[in-house]
């Protein structure tokens, strides 16, 4: 078993930040990936961030100098940093992990998602 738990959303001004958690618990070989993708209402889901085991992240443009992903590989977890919020922001965010469960013999990883926290950006 597998869970992923996102913590930190909330309602926050225009300008102001947030900061976002997420932890992958249970039986984990290996995690590749961890990121954060949002959904706002009407629309799909996007990518808003990535980063590899290694630390390589990849941003979605309007993260670009706004959000910061990091990631501790020793307790599975990751953290986005958002500034400069603004309306266009407010979604719910899931937390994204590709992980490798222990016992997978192909070494195969499998996409787990967090239930979502909802972000949003209003004066």
């Known amino acids: 078993q597998v869970q992923v738990v996102e913590s930190g959303g909330g309602l926050v001004q225009p300008g102001g930040s947030l900061r976002l958690s997420c932890e992958a618990s249970g039986s984990i070989f290996s995690i590749n990936f961890m990121g954060w993708y949002r959904q706002a209402p009407g629309k799909e889901r996007e990518l808003v961030a990535q980063?590899?085991?290694?630390?390589?992240?990849e941003y979605a443009e309007y993260a670009k100098g706004r959000f910061s992903l990091s990631r501790n590989n020793a307790k599975n977890t990751t953290y986005l940093l958002m500034n400069s919020l603004n309306p266009d922001d407010t979604a719910v965010y899931y937390c994204?992990?590709?992980?490798?469960?222990?016992?997978?013999?192909?070494?195969?990883?499998?996409?787990?998602w967090g239930q979502g926290t909802q972000v949003t950006v209003s004066s």
């Open positions: 980063i590899s085991y290694s630390g390589r992240t």
């Open positions: 994204n992990a590709k992980i490798i469960p222990t016992g997978e013999r192909l070494r195969l990883s499998f996409d787990y």
